[in-house]
C-alpha cells in the first residue's frame, strides 16, 4: 500500500464549478502538507502549504487537512480553463534538514468552457 | 531571478551510454533533490544533499550517481543508461525543512 493515495482522475468539470481534489495518507508522522500544480511538460509549481490540521485560504484555493482522518483536500472556487492541469499532493516529516516530500500521483483536472 | 534550471530539455541515449543531467538554482538554498516522474508512479526520490558537502540516496537510487558541487549545483549522473532509466527528471531546491521548488525537468529517453 502506498504512503499516500491520490485518485487520478480524469476529472472533468465546467467553467465556475467547485472543484475538490483528495488526498488520504497512512503516515501519521507526516506534518507539513502541499499541493503542486504542474502543467503539460512542465515542472510542478508550489500552490499550497499548511502545517497540521486546518483550513487555510488564497485567492480561489482552499486548501483543508485533517490530521485525525489523514484526508486533506484541495477546493477550487470558480474554476477557469487555466487550472486544467495535474495536481499534486505531498506531504512531509520532520526529519534532519532536508524536506523529504511523498507525493501522490497527481489528478488531472480539465476545465471545460 | 531564474529559480531552478535544467540543462538539457531532452536527451535520446542509447543503452549503456552515459551522462550527466544538470541543475542549479539561484535562492541560496540549502537543499537539493533529484526526483523522476513516471505515469502512474508520481514523483519518486533519487538522491537529496540537505547541504553543500552532504548527499544521500532517496526510494530509488540504483543506476545514479549524483555531485553537490557548490550551494548552487547539483548533478545527477547515469554511468551506464538502461531503457529503464527513461522518465522525466526533475531537479527541486528548498530552505532547510521548507517547500520545494522545481526547475523545468528533463525527458530522457533510452532506447
Known amino acids: 500500500q502506498k504512503e499516500v493515495e491520490q485518485d487520478p482522475g480524469p476529472l472533468s468539470v465546467p467553467e465556475g464549478a467547485i472543484v475538490s481534489l483528495n488526498c488520504t495518507y497512512s503516515?501519521?508522522?507526516?506534518?507539513?502538507f502541499m499541493w503542486y500544480r504542474q502543467y503539460s511538460r512542465k515542472g510542478p509549481e508550489l500552490l499550497m502549504y499548511?502545517?497540521?490540521?486546518g483550513n487555510k485560504e488564497d485567492g480561489r484555493f482552499t486548501a483543508q487537512v485533517d490530521k485525525s482522518s489523514k484526508y486533506i483536500s484541495l477546493f477550487i472556487r470558480d474554476s477557469q480553463p487555466s487550472d486544467s492541469a495535474t495536481y499534486l499532493c505531498?506531504?512531509?516529516?520532520?526529519?534532519?534538514?532536508?524536506?523529504?516530500?511523498?507525493f501522490g500521483t497527481g489528478t488531472r483536472l480539465q476545465v471545460t468552457l | 531571478n531564474a529559480g531552478v534550471t535544467q540543462t538539457p530539455k531532452f536527451q535520446v541515449l542509447k543503452t549503456g551510454q552515459s551522462m550527466t543531467l544538470q541543475c542549479a538554482q539561484d535562492?541560496?538554498?540549502?537543499?537539493m533533490y533529484w526526483y523522476r516522474q513516471d505515469p502512474g508512479m508520481g514523483l519518486r526520490l533519487i538522491y537529496y544533499?540537505?547541504?553543500?558537502?552532504?548527499?544521500d540516496k532517496g526510494e530509488v537510487p540504483n543506476g545514479y550517481n549524483v555531485s553537490r558541487l557548490n550551494k548552487r549545483e547539483f548533478s545527477l549522473r547515469l554511468e551506464s543508461a538502461a531503457p529503464s532509466q527513461t522518465s522525466v527528471y526533475f531537479c527541486?531546491?528548498?530552505?532547510?525543512?521548507?517547500?520545494?521548488?522545481f526547475g523545468p525537468g528533463t525527458r530522457l529517453l533510452v532506447l
Open positions: 527541486a531546491s528548498s530552505e532547510a525543512r521548507g517547500t520545494q521548488y
Open positions: 503516515n501519521s508522522a507526516f506534518q507539513y
Open positions: 499548511t502545517y497540521s490540521s
Open positions: 505531498a506531504m512531509s516529516r520532520l526529519t534532519g534538514t532536508a524536506s523529504k516530500l511523498t
Open positions: 535562492m541560496n538554498h540549502n537543499s
Open positions: 544533499s540537505a547541504s553543500e558537502g552532504t548527499t
